[in-house]
T-cell receptor
Framework: NAGVTQTPKFRILKIGQSMTLQCTQD?????MYWYRQDPGMGLKLIYY???????DKGEVPNGYNVSRSTTEDFPLRLELAAPSQTSVYFC??????????????????FGEGSRLTVL | AQTVTQSQPEMSVQEAETVTLSCTYD???????LFWYKQPPSRQMILVIR??????QNATENRFSVNFQKAAKSFSLKISDSQLGDAAMYFC?????????FGAGTRLTVKP
């Protein structure tokens, strides 16, 4: 059971560099999310997707881009890395919101996180 | 916009005792889910318990139970017979068709 897989787990970037965090899920979930978690804080939504070809901004999208060409993959691109992007990044996936009596259990399944440091 | 509030940044409990973590939320929707997630030092996000808003019965999972008060928009987590392995950050989360919101978290310490 792979679930949600994120790579890399750790990365150090220099200011101005770019990189892509990879995320893939094998549960056929149509919803996927990217969150960041700063030290001692909660989760903030960066971007999310409700299906292949559809993405939307969350609370803190500036400095990031995403794409969703397949159901399984949802990469997060950091352009021109800045020290403020030092954080732990989580990818998550879920079924569609299951209405009362409908399908789906509602919860988000998370990857193990990727720790990014920008120096 | 939906907001989720965890008013206790830190809580402490003696091993084998019971502790309750608080969560309130603000919404005008009638159909939603509520969750408690645990984040140990490994930082993995682990689902502890789930509650569907249309269900009146409070969810339970072994030593974990919730007190869901829909009218009061309250969703507290009770941990019975606390164990050292329960020490972690606990996040309350709200999910509806309009999105997902997490609270700021409560750090639980378990004293031996």
């Amino acid at each position: 059971n792979a679930g949600v897989t994120q790579t890399p787990k750790f990365r150090i970037l220099k200011i101005g560099q770019s990189m892509t965090l990879q995320c893939t899920q094998d549960m056929n979930h149509n919803y996927m999310y990217w969150y960041r978690q700063d030290p001692g804080m909660g989760l903030k939504l960066i971007y999310y997707s409700v299906g292949a070809g559809i993405t939307d901004k969350g609370e803190v999208p500036n400095g990031y881009n995403v794409s969703r060409s397949t159901t399984e993959d949802f990469p997060l691109r950091l352009e021109l890395a800045a020290p403020s992007q030092t954080s732990v990044y989580f990818c998550a996936s879920s079924y569609s919101m299951g209405l009362a009596g409908g399908s789906g259990t509602g919860e988000l399944f998370f990857g193990e996180g990727s720790r990014l440091t920008v120096l | 916009a939906q907001t989720v509030t965890q008013s206790q940044p830190e809580m402490s409990v003696q091993e084998a005792e019971t502790v309750t973590l608080s969560c309130t939320y603000d919404t005008s929707e009638s159909d939603y889910y509520l969750f408690w997630y645990k984040q140990p030092p490994s930082r993995q996000m682990i689902l502890v318990i789930r509650q569907e808003a249309y269900k009146q019965q409070n969810a339970t999972e072994n030593r974990f139970s919730v007190n869901f008060q829909k009218a009061a928009k309250s969703f507290s987590l009770k941990i019975s017979d606390s164990q050292l392995g329960d020490a972690a950050m606990y996040f309350c989360a709200y999910r509806s068709a309009r999105g997902v919101r997490f609270g700021a978290g409560t750090r639980l310490t378990v004293k031996p």
